[in-house]
């Protein structure tokens, strides 16, 4: 059996593991990493950048069909058609490039990258059967000081409705092969809305069911209140505070119980079940390593150590919040701890957006959890229609909202919903990260026309002398 020793190994290559590599071999750590699918994991292969391409797509599909019926911009076309395999093809195009992208920058910096499964055999041995080698070929022996995990999640599944024939996850539904004319949607959260928006948009009938009573129930209800417009004025139907109870007997309905009590059926030509993503901790030898968890996660601590010594762990595997940018975060931090420098994960915001139509972007505390840390706090939002950008963009639903403590100005928290303020978000999180009191903001000159406009009269709202409302 091949044994070969590294200072770092990182199982998982997506945005975890990959931006841990990087860091790790620019600081000069003998750096290996397994990855057993495509680099870039979910994140560029499945979810992320797929995801936000199609609804790209989707976008500008509906915006052409909508000039095609009636323009107040005095926009005609004809009869617009979508190709859907096209469409495809160029969302792939976009996955390879950046998946390309990631191979070059491991090889740039040194990184070994070994393609298979890796399995755990100890806190410091790992074996991996290579692609490309026979299945009785003696697999190859990583021996590490230090392991790192980012493995990633999976879909959770529906006991009752297993993935399968017409029961699909987001890996399928980001992958069309025809458009389904009625798609049952499982779950109002991040990827049921993305993705049913999405379809919405490309000429499918969605309905999506949802256990709880409202959409995107971790966000704020005054937030969601234009999404939940949106997706009304879209035409998708909406079963809030709906259980599922699975396909019926011909398979090509889905059957729901309301909470009456009363069962109804929805004809289903897919079924997208969206209900939240688990930690991948199953099928690789974690267990042998009998880590303390937290939930179904992996627990860790302030820098991302697990109750093993020399095993760190980051991204989905750590559990909530499961998004793209906190793994890299992470991953970046662990290899700067690995390569001597002291650092603590304690980010003053994650920010999180959600691509419906319009937009959802938060960062830090809302007003609820200010109220519920006991914080004496002032609250302030702008309307974007009062936002001559919003108007000439013809998107005025929404508002800039800001939390800010009483006493001294300080900015604790801000949330955003239109269109288009998922590119807020960073200015949100540095004014966060970077302490700003509501006269920072208020005090900046902000660049008209812009949306930016209403982050600035939020902050003055909230000091009592908004100027354009
Ligand atoms: P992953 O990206 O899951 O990568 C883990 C990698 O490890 C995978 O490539 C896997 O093949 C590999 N691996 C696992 N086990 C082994 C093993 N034993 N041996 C070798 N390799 C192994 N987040 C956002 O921030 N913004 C978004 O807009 C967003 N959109 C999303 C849309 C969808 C549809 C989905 C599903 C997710 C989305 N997310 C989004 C979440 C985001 O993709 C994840 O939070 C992120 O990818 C987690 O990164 P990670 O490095 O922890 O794991
Ligand atoms: P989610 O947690 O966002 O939403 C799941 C929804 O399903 C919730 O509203 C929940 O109440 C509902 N639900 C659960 N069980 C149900 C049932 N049996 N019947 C009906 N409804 C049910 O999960 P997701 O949408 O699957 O996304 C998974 C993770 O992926 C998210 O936590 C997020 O971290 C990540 N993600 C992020 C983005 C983004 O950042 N824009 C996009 C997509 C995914």
Redesign the pocket.
């Given at each position: 059996m091949a044994t070969q020793s590294t200072k770092l190994l990182v199982i998982g290559g997506g945005p975890g593991g990959y931006v841990a590599a990087i860091r790790a071999a620019q600081l000069g750590v003998a750096t290996t990493l397994v990855e057993g699918e495509q680099l870039g994991g979910t994140c560029l292969n499945i979810?992320?950048i797929p995801?936000k391409a199609l609804i790209h797509a989707a976008e500008e599909f509906e915006k052409t069909c909508h000039y095609a019926q009636d323009s107040a911009l005095g926009i005609h076309v004809a009869a617009p058609r979508i190709d859907l395999a096209q469409t495809v093809r160029w969302k792939d195009g976009i996955v390879h490039k950046l998946t390309s992208g990631v191979a070059a920058l491991l090889k740039k910096n040194g990184v070994q990258v070994v393609r298979g499964w890796a399995r755990i055999i100890d806190g410091k041995t790992v074996e991996v059967q290579e692609h490309g080698t026979s299945a009785d070929a003696a697999p190859r022996r990583i021996v590490c000081e230090q392991l790192l995990l980012a493995p990633g999640s999976l879909?959770v599944a529906?006991p009752f409705m297993p993935f399968g024939g017409r029961v699909i996850s987001s890996t399928q539904a980001l992958a069309p092969q025809t458009l389904p004319k009625r798609l049952v949607v499982?779950?109002?959260?991040?990827?049921?809305l993305?993705l049913g928006m999405a379809y919405r948009k490309l000429g499918a009938e969605v309905a999506v069911?949802?256990?709880?009573d409202r959409v995107l129930?971790?966000y704020d209800e005054e937030l969601t209140k234009p999404v939940l417009a949106s997706l009304r004025r879209q035409g998708v139907q909406l079963l809030l505070g709906h259980?599922?109870q699975g396909l019926n007997a011909n398979g090509d309905a889905v059957r729901v119980r309301d909470a009456k009590g009363e069962e109804s059926e929805l004809p289903a030509d897919q079924v997208l079940v969206?209900?939240?993503?688990r930690p991948r901790t199953q099928g690789w030898g974690l267990e042998t390593l009998m880590l303390d968890m937290k939930g179904p996660a992996v627990q860790i601590d302030d820098q991302c150590r697990t109750s093993m010594r020399g095993v760190w762990a980051i991204g989905d595997l750590t559990g909530?919040?499961?998004?793209a940018h906190r793994a890299m975060a992470q991953g970046e931090m662990v290899a700067e701890i690995i390569a001597g420098t002291r650092r603590h994960f304690a980010p003053a915001a994650i920010p999180?957006?959600?691509?419906t139509d319009p937009e959802v972007v938060v960062a830090g505390q809302t007003p609820q959890d200010a109220a519920q840390a006991g914080l004496d706090f002032i609250a302030a939002s702008f309307p974007f229609a009062a936002n001559g950008r919003a108007m000439t963009i013809e998107s005025t639903d929404g508002f800039v909202r800001v939390v800010a403590r009483r006493d001294n100005h300080l900015i604790v928290g801000w949330q955003a919903v239109g269109r288009g303020v998922s590119e807020l978000s960073a200015a949100f999180s540095q004014s966060i990260e970077m302490g700003a009191r509501l006269e920072d903001v208020a005090g900046t000159i902000h660049a008209h026309p812009t949306l930016g406009e209403a982050v600035q009269e939020a902050a003055l709202r909230a000091l009592g002398h908004a100027l354009h409302i």
């Amino acid at each position: 059996m091949a044994t070969q020793s590294t200072k770092l190994l990182v199982i998982g290559g997506g945005p975890g593991g990959y931006v841990a590599a990087i860091r790790a071999a620019q600081l000069g750590v003998a750096t290996t990493l397994v990855e057993g699918e495509q680099l870039g994991g979910t994140c560029l292969n499945i979810g992320c950048i797929p995801s936000k391409a199609l609804i790209h797509a989707a976008e500008e599909f509906e915006k052409t069909c909508h000039y095609a019926q009636d323009s107040a911009l005095g926009i005609h076309v004809a009869a617009p058609r979508i190709d859907l395999a096209q469409t495809v093809r160029w969302k792939d195009g976009i996955v390879h490039k950046l998946t390309s992208g990631v191979a070059a920058l491991l090889k740039k910096n040194g990184v070994q990258v070994v393609r298979g499964w890796a399995r755990i055999i100890d806190g410091k041995t790992v074996e991996v059967q290579e692609h490309g080698t026979s299945a009785d070929a003696a697999p190859r022996r990583i021996v590490c000081e230090q392991l790192l995990l980012a493995p990633g999640s999976l879909a959770v599944a529906l006991p009752f409705m297993p993935f399968g024939g017409r029961v699909i996850s987001s890996t399928q539904a980001l992958a069309p092969q025809t458009l389904p004319k009625r798609l049952v949607v499982v779950g109002a959260g991040y990827i049921g809305l993305e993705l049913g928006m999405a379809y919405r948009k490309l000429g499918a009938e969605v309905a999506v069911v949802e256990a709880l009573d409202r959409v995107l129930p971790a966000y704020d209800e005054e937030l969601t209140k234009p999404v939940l417009a949106s997706l009304r004025r879209q035409g998708v139907q909406l079963l809030l505070g709906h259980t599922v109870q699975g396909l019926n007997a011909n398979g090509d309905a889905v059957r729901v119980r309301d909470a009456k009590g009363e069962e109804s059926e929805l004809p289903a030509d897919q079924v997208l079940v969206a209900v939240g993503r688990r930690p991948r901790t199953q099928g690789w030898g974690l267990e042998t390593l009998m880590l303390d968890m937290k939930g179904p996660a992996v627990q860790i601590d302030d820098q991302c150590r697990t109750s093993m010594r020399g095993v760190w762990a980051i991204g989905d595997l750590t559990g909530e919040p499961m998004l793209a940018h906190r793994a890299m975060a992470q991953g970046e931090m662990v290899a700067e701890i690995i390569a001597g420098t002291r650092r603590h994960f304690a980010p003053a915001a994650i920010p999180a957006v959600c691509f419906t139509d319009p937009e959802v972007v938060v960062a830090g505390q809302t007003p609820q959890d200010a109220a519920q840390a006991g914080l004496d706090f002032i609250a302030a939002s702008f309307p974007f229609a009062a936002n001559g950008r919003a108007m000439t963009i013809e998107s005025t639903d929404g508002f800039v909202r800001v939390v800010a403590r009483r006493d001294n100005h300080l900015i604790v928290g801000w949330q955003a919903v239109g269109r288009g303020v998922s590119e807020l978000s960073a200015a949100f999180s540095q004014s966060i990260e970077m302490g700003a009191r509501l006269e920072d903001v208020a005090g900046t000159i902000h660049a008209h026309p812009t949306l930016g406009e209403a982050v600035q009269e939020a902050a003055l709202r909230a000091l009592g002398h908004a100027l354009h409302i």
